[in-house]
């Protein structure tokens, strides 16, 4: 499966510099925020495959949904076979409609625990915000969730994508890594992911 994660920043190349044909191929598109509607749209329209998103942080400005995509935020939505776990949001650094404590997000999980036991876990978690230590920088603002690796840990998923942490404001931070049985993808911007057959 050919997947293409996107997050924070519009790619020219997808968007500005767009060519017929150069989002075929694609399965699905994982976008984790911070994305405008306007943007969303186009990719799902162009790529003609399901787009699944999470809210960022910047998102409350919105004044509407992008039409023909698949929110995934607080739930677990299947879309091409995959289970995919939607937790948008970032670290809380002031009030917002996205920004959450670690204690809010724990909460949030909690509330989704019959839903996670029904699916048997999930496949795909889907997310605005890395998990601590992983990917995440000390500063409040992009602090990752401890609550995001309990989750890596006990449901061994085969994806985690998230943003929010941009490579500009640290070049070492990988796109690509992997936690135990977990390849991790920091979607800034755009990421094309093969995700092998089971």
């Known amino acids: 499966m050919r997947i293409l994660a996107v997050a924070d920043e519009e790619s020219k190349s997808l968007y500005d510099y767009y060519h017929p044909g150069k989002l075929d191929g694609y399965d699905m598109i994982l976008a984790c925020g911070d994305l405008s509607v306007e943007y969303l749209e186009f990719l799902v329209t162009m790529a003609d495959c399901p787009l699944v998103y999470v809210h960022g942080n910047h998102d409350e400005k919105h004044k509407r949904l992008p039409t023909g995509c698949i929110c995934a935020d607080d739930k ?64 409040i603002p992009h602090r990752g969730f401890e609550c995001f690796n309990t989750l890596l840990d006990k449901y061994q998923p085969r994806l985690f994508t998230h943003g929010h942490v941009h490579r500009s404001y640290n070049h070492r931070i990988p796109q690509k890594c992997q936690h135990g049985n977990t390849t991790v993808i920091n979607a800034y911007e755009s990421c094309v992911i093969e995700l092998e057959d089971k």
């Not at 625990?113 to 230590?133: E, N, S, Y």
């Open 76 to 139: 677990i939505v299947i879309v091409n076979g995959l289970r995919i776990f939607g937790l948008g949001g970032s670290y809380k650094y002031r009030d917002g409609k996205y920004m959450f404590t670690e204690n809010q997000m724990k909460r949030r999980i909690r509330k989704r625990w019959m839903t996670l036991k029904l699916h048997g876990g999930f496949d795909i978690l889907l997310t605005h915000a890395p998990a601590r230590h992983l990917n995440d920088l000390e500063t």
